[in-house]
């Protein structure tokens, strides 16, 4: 069902990774996946979009079989961004069409705001924007984002994949089956079993988030047609209300619901692909 090629991809200071569906002259189509998830997040969609797009599963720093940032720098925000528009400079994409997944669809917002002409259409998963700041916890989160030491215990050694997978699902929320292409491309294997191939430093706190009219006033400057598509029920970390207020910030935005998880498009592959065929035929 993957069919997947694999890419590498040479920036100065890093290598990426990325999977590749499609025919080479399809119009690119890039995405980007949540956060310690990688490609494989869209292993179940990608397919179905690919008898009409080039769909370029780019894996983050840090995330899948990408480089780690060098020792003794920190993964913010904002260098995602970077680094995302520097790949698709790399892979020669001068207009193309975005897809983003929770962390991957706030890079893909920031992005579309940051080159509004490189853009052609944004679809966007389960976020719009990255996670913002209402003042309330800027303080403790600063103090533990910068005085926390480095977790140096080693990482989890799983005996087989499967229990690996298990961990994953329990954590995540996901069906065992679901979460399977995200954790098999996300193993690392030594000599006692398996374990994560992403940066432990990913899991640390970030000092400081955008505050929330910051986000507002870098979403106005989206100009691509956008589509947002939400799991019904709310995600607990993307309320409603916040999410309404972000989208009226984005002229030209059709926002969608559709029963589920965090991970839609792993969950209904099908109802998302039709979503957003639906999106990319009208521009």
């Keep these: ?15 990426l990774r990325a999977q590749v569906w499609g025919a080479d002259d399809a119009p690119p189509l890039l995405a980007l996946h949540g956060w310690l998830d990688n490609a494989g997040s869209f292993a179940r969609l990608a397919p179905l979009l690919a008898d009409r797009r080039r769909v370029i599963a780019l894996e983050l720093p840090g995330h899948g079989h990408s480089d780690h940032l060098p020792a003794g720098t920190h993964y913010h925000f904002v260098d995602y961004v970077r680094t995302a528009l520097a790949a698709a400079n790399a892979l020669g994409l001068q207009q193309f069409d975005l897809l983003g997944h ?10 579309a705001a940051a080159a ?11 976020g719009l924007g990255p996670l913002g700041d209402d003042g309330s916890h800027t303080l403790q989160r600063f103090r533990d984002g910068i005085t926390t030491p480095a977790n140096n215990k080693g990482l989890r050694v799983f005996r087989d994949i499967e229990q690996a997978i298990a961990a994953r699902a329990i954590a995540g929320g996901l069906r065992a089956e679901l979460a399977r292409p995200i954790v098999e491309r996300g193993l690392l294997e ?39 598509l939400l799991a019904r029920p709310a995600t607990s970390y993307l309320p409603s209300h916040p999410m309404e207020l972000r989208a009226a ?33 009208q521009h």
Excluded: F, K
């Design 102 to 111: 929770s962390l991957g669809a706030g890079i893909a917002a920031m992005l």
């Design 249 to 281: 910030c984005v002229d030209d935005i059709a926002v969608s619901h559709l029963d589920g998880g965090h991970h839609l498009h792993l969950e209904h592959p099908q109802a998302v692909a039709d979503w957003a065929t639906a999106h990319l035929g």
């Design 190 to 228: 030594v000599a006692d079993g398996w374990c994560w191939r992403s940066d432990p430093r990913l899991t640390r706190t970030s000092p400081l988030r955008i505050a929330e009219s910051q986000i507002h006033a870098l979403l106005r400057g989206i100009r691509a047609p956008t589509a947002l």
């Design 1 to 15: 069902m993957n069919g997947a090629i694999e890419r590498s991809i040479e920036l100065p200071q890093l290598t």
């Design 116 to 126: 509004p002409e490189r853009i052609a259409a944004l679809l966007l998963i389960e």
